[in-house]
């Protein structure tokens, strides 16, 4: 059979954590089972794993191969380790900046890398190397510092805050003030209001319909900066931080100055 296998070495300065060895493992495991169930077709999800050969002394050296646990022998998956050698690369490259194509786009292939390159990270002047080879050949070599894996740690984060949904709450008769308002139905660019009991700052706050909006800012015989106003919000944050209100219904017009 084709001897294919993805050499790891870390070359540590410092003892290894043994949490962030497992989780770095752990975390290869899991990006080659995403990788996988996108790039191959005719895999089913859990017949090809990867598994370590050998862990040899000096610096942690750790041979990765690519089975089939099915198949009998051990089938090789020659193909679908050396794509996924790429794939890292790929993926690191654009992390550090080399390159413009990123083959990484979800939360958890950020997550994953970040924690592959952990125990790197952490210990200053080691570095580790990615290194593919099949039958004795390296098809290349990967090398990051531990200053580099550092900088790609600080993308994946980036990245991670990008991809945050916003998540919506929903709160029940709560006290919302004016922070700063334009008076008129057709805009919402601009309104800002607090809501104390949610966030003291001022967050952006739209209307679910023209109606509310008239009843609170345009009503010439009351002052809506010396008003507050018991109201339902729709609350979007993005990572648990306010950054919208949706003032979904109004029951009542408090006078902030009594």
């Known amino acids: 059979m084709d001897k294919t296998k993805l050499t790891i070495t870390i070359e540590n300065k410092q003892p290894v954590e043994l949490t962030d060895f497992t989780r770095a493992f752990l975390a290869m495991a899991e990006e080659y089972k995403r990788y996988i169930s996108k790039h191959d077709e005719d895999a089913v999800d859990g017949d090809i794993k990867l598994y370590i050969k050998e862990i040899r002394t000096g610096s942690i050296v750790a041979d990765l191969l690519a089975l089939a646990p099915l198949a009998l022998p051990f089938m090789e998956n020659s193909t679908t380790i050396i794509g996924f050698a790429g794939y890292l690369k790929s993926g690191i490259d654009f992390l550090l900046g080399k ?8 939360k958890q292939s950020y997550e994953n890398l970040s924690a592959i390159l952990a125990p790197v990270a952490k210990d200053n002047g080691s570095q580790i190397i990615f290194a593919p080879t099949t039958n004795g050949n390296v098809v290349f070599n990967l090398t990051l510092s531990s200053l580099e894996a550092n900088a790609a740690q600080n993308v994946c984060e980036r990245e991670i805050e990008k991809l945050k949904e ?30 104390e009991s949610i966030n003291p700052r001022s967050v952006k706050t739209i209307f679910a319909t023209e109606s509310i909006k008239a009843k609170m800012l345009l009503d010439e015989n009351e002052n809506p900066f010396k008003s507050g106003y018991v109201v339902d919000v729709a609350v979007e944050t993005v990572g648990g931080v306010p950054k919208l209100y949706k003032i979904t219904e109004l029951y009542e017009r408090i006078d902030l100055e009594e």
Do not use: M
Request: glycine share 6%; no cysteine; aromatic share 10%.
């Open 166 to 195: 916003p998540e919506t709450g929903f709160h029940d008769k709560v006290l919302l003030y004016w922070y700063q308002a334009r008076n008129d139905t057709k805009s919402q660019t601009g309104d800002r209001a607090i809501v």
């Open 99 to 106: 390159t413009n194509q990123n083959p990484v786009t979800e």
